[in-house]
């Protein structure tokens, strides 16, 4: 006999089984309502008639369309130096992305910088540790640490340097056609535009005392600029050689180099998708404060899904497209596309996996305020856990865990 409650909970059944199967067939959300264009049923819902720009929507489709999967209200993991406005100067120009335009980056600041053959950053030293990378042409470095050991290098594509915080030190562009690169300061609110520099603090000490401190008759700086430099033209350095006999005198010798060769070391994890190209204080010894991460991903391949446990991440995109999709608890799923000169950050410990979804090589550098470069990789994880146990969370079978990569391998191909 059929009774009323036994009709309810049949019916209520059948409709969940309903709602399990439409779910199983949408390729996401699994929460309700489903999202995405692939679930979207409304007439015309997937228009957009109103004032926009085609130029500028065609370079973000993950925002245009997102995965259906995407859920939640996510600070925006993307910026750019490509509409960051240029301070432009006789020997150069440079922009900026701070924690002001970017809210999510606290831990680090990004500078773009080009210097022209014999422009020069003039003499200075900030109150965060610089770290940066050489994106074209070459660079001449000079530094002095805190034990008063001199040092000078050229800097080429591709190369790394590092100077702790309240180093002295100076940028020179090198012929045939100067330099650019990027720099970061383990700071979000490090401002390249306010640093600490050797012409304002003349300018605003007395003459007296200029004397007295360095042993010269006071009139030595009536010649002295009464405003900074930051950058200007100078003439082109002559031979490295001559510069470290001249910087060296009777100075102890640094005991380790302020720069590093990424773009030429030896790979960290290497496959036919690509590699990752590590530095930080193992290798980099006088890089106590940023690591850093080299990572480039063929065509179709994805940097694995994987987080960093012990600092966030900053990125730059230093060519091809990529798109990244980065997960939070909640649960949050953010995906946006990035291109060259493009700037990406995840928080510490938040998943995210990046595809190449170019059709050249993507290249792209992580950075990170910590000594030491940390990774997990979800699919290394899973497959050191007892597959029982996997099996019984995702309903998959535990041959097929096993056949799962053990060895963290970073970057994965297109199927």
């Known amino acids: 006999m059929i009774s009323r409650r036994n009709l309810l909970a049949a019916s209520?059944?059948?409709?969940?089984?309903?709602?399990?199967?439409?779910?199983?067939?949408?390729?996401?959300?699994?929460?309700?309502p489903p999202q995405g264009a692939i679930n979207a049923k409304g007439p015309g819902n997937l228009r957009d008639p109103g004032p926009q720009s085609q130029i500028l929507g065609d370079q973000f489709p993950s925002a245009q369309s997102p995965p259906a999967t995407d859920v939640g209200d996510m600070p925006t993991t993307w910026a750019s130096f490509n509409n960051a406005p240029k301070r432009i100067q006789n020997g150069g120009w440079a922009r900026q992305v701070t924690v002001a335009d970017f809210a999510i980056s606290k831990e680090i600041s990004g500078v773009n910088m080009r210097l022209t053959a014999g422009g020069i950053r003039e003499l200075h030293w900030h109150q965060a540790a610089e770290w940066a990378i050489m994106t074209y042409g070459t660079c001449r470095v000079t530094v002095l640490d805190a034990h008063g050991r001199p040092y000078v290098a050229d800097v080429k594509k591709g190369d790394l340097w590092y100077f702790p915080p309240g180093a002295p030190h100076s940028l020179q562009g090198l012929g045939p056609d100067g330099c650019e690169f990027v720099i970061c300061f383990d700071d979000g609110h490090a401002d390249e535009f306010n640093t600490l520099l050797v012409s304002d603090w003349f300018a605003h000490t007395p003459p007296e005392i200029l004397a007295?401190?360095?042993?010269?008759?006071?009139?030595?700086?009536?010649?002295?600029?009464?405003?900074?430099?930051?950058?200007?033209?100078?003439?082109?350095?002559?031979?490295?050689?001559?510069?470290?006999?001249?910087?060296?005198?009777?100075?102890?010798?640094?005991?380790?180099?302020?720069?590093?060769?990424?773009?030429?070391?030896?790979?960290?994890?290497?496959?036919?998708?690509?590699?990752?190209?590590?530095?930080?204080?193992?290798?980099?010894?006088?890089?106590?404060?940023?690591?850093?991460?080299?990572?480039?991903?063929?065509?179709?391949?994805?940097?694995?899904?994987?987080?960093?446990?012990?600092?966030?991440?900053?990125?730059?995109?230093?060519?091809?497209?990529?798109?990244?999709?980065?997960?939070?608890?909640?649960?949050?799923?953010?995906?946006?596309?990035?291109?060259?000169?493009?700037?990406?950050?995840?928080?510490?410990?938040?998943?995210?996996?990046?595809?190449?979804?170019?059709?050249?090589?993507?290249?792209?550098?992580?950075?990170?305020?910590?000594?030491?470069?940390?990774?997990?990789?979800?699919?290394?994880?899973?497959?050191?856990?007892?597959?029982?146990?996997?099996?019984?969370?995702?309903?998959?079978?535990?041959?097929?865990?096993?056949?799962?990569?053990?060895?963290?391998?970073?970057?994965?191909?297109?199927?």
Request: charged share 20%; glycine share 8%.
């Open 212 to 415: 007295k401190n360095f042993g010269v008759p006071a009139d030595t700086f009536a010649k002295i600029p009464l405003h900074n430099l930051w950058i200007f033209q100078g003439t082109v350095p002559g031979d490295l050689a001559a510069d470290r006999v001249a910087i060296q005198k009777d100075a102890p010798v640094a005991t380790h180099p302020f720069i590093f060769p990424l773009g030429s070391s030896r790979p960290f994890k290497s496959s036919d998708t690509g590699s990752i190209q590590v530095a930080d204080s193992n290798n980099f010894k006088v890089s106590t404060g940023i690591a850093a991460a080299l990572v480039t991903v063929r065509p179709g391949g994805i940097r694995e899904m994987h987080w960093h446990p012990n600092a966030d991440e900053w990125q730059y995109y230093i060519k091809g497209k990529a798109r990244m999709t980065v997960f939070d608890t909640g649960p949050n799923a953010l995906t946006t596309d990035f291109n060259a000169g493009d700037i990406g950050y995840v928080r510490r410990n938040l998943g995210h996996y990046i595809e190449n979804v170019g059709d050249t090589d993507l290249q792209f550098i992580g950075v990170f305020r910590s000594p030491h470069y940390e990774e997990v990789s979800l699919s290394n994880w899973l497959a050191h856990t007892p597959p029982k146990l996997v099996a019984q969370h995702l309903n998959v079978d535990e041959a097929t865990i096993e056949s799962w990569p053990d060895d963290a391998p970073g970057l994965m191909a297109k199927r």
């Open 12 to 32: 209520a059944m059948g409709a969940a089984m309903t709602v399990s199967a439409a779910k199983a067939g949408s390729f996401g959300n699994p929460d309700e």
